[in-house]
């Protein structure tokens, strides 16, 4: 569904500098954390294996 605001002018998202720019500081602060989220994620992985192969050797 399009709608129209003049005619043969179809609707767009008009953005003025700021809001791009906001809206770009955010969706750039939303994958940096979710990067970061998943880098922390495997490094508690990986310390669990170390952990229990240390366990199993009796270090």
Same mark, same amino acid.
């Given at each position: 569904?399009k ?6 002018v ?6 003025? #500098?700021? *809001? =791009? /720019? ?6 750039? @602060?939303n994958?940096?954390k979710n &990067?970061?989220? #998943?880098? *922390? =994620? /495997? ?6 294996? @170390?952990?229990?192969?240390?366990? &199993?050797?009796?270090?």
């Amino acid at each position: 569904m399009k709608s129209i605001l003049f005619k043969g002018v179809l609707h767009k998202r008009f953005e003025t #500098k700021e *809001q =791009k /720019k906001k809206r770009i500081q955010e969706k750039f @602060l939303n994958d940096y954390k979710n &990067y970061q989220f #998943k880098k *922390q =994620k /495997k490094v508690s992985d990986d310390s669990i294996i @170390l952990n229990e192969i240390k366990k &199993y050797l009796g270090l």
